[in-house]
């Protein structure tokens, strides 16, 4: 897991992490403590792969990020307990349970068939599940966890 920067991103901010972090890179208008990260910063951690369908596209794709556990444990998330909340462009907000990220591997999907995900697509950051072939994944109050155009993540 890649040490926490110790400098603002130098790219575009794809994701904003607030709440109870243990380092910051930023501080908001309000003088809350951020973490900001662009694309680098995200790709420094360790990349995953994962190749599913979604309930939306039939198709099949190999998407690659890295897992959604390392990029918050690096944050200084407790991963045993409790939930953390999402924000999508859109302003949809979902909060996700930290079973979740021990229980799958939850990937912070950046990419598909290699290719960044645009806006279009879902991206720039998609919270996606290993969904094929894992019967518990199916159920529809999962689907409100893959959260396309991620924005922000609240840690409580």
């Known amino acids: 897991m890649p040490p926490p920067p110790n400098a603002p991103p130098a790219g575009p901010v794809l994701l904003t992490i607030d709440g109870k972090i243990s380092w910051s890179n930023a501080t908001n208008a309000n003088g809350a403590r951020e973490i900001l990260l662009d694309g680098a910063m995200i790709d420094a951690f360790p990349q995953v792969s994962v190749t599913t369908d979604t309930w939306w596209e039939p198709d099949v794709h190999t998407y690659r ?54 806006r279009r697509t879902k991206g720039p950051l998609w919270i996606m599940y290993p969904r094929r072939g894992e019967p518990a994944l199916e159920r529809a109050s999962i689907r409100n966890r893959w959260v396309w155009q991620l924005e922000r993540i609240t840690l409580s």
Request: charged letters at 25%; hydrophobic letters at 50%; proline letters at 7%.
């Open 65 to 118: 990020g890295p897992l959604l556990r390392d990029v918050l444990a690096a944050c200084g998330a407790d991963l045993r307990q409790g939930t953390f909340r999402v924000r999508a462009l859109n302003d949809f907000v979902t909060n996700i349970p930290m079973e979740d990220l021990q229980r799958w591997q939850v990937l912070l999907a950046r990419f598909m068939d290699e290719a960044p995900l645009p």
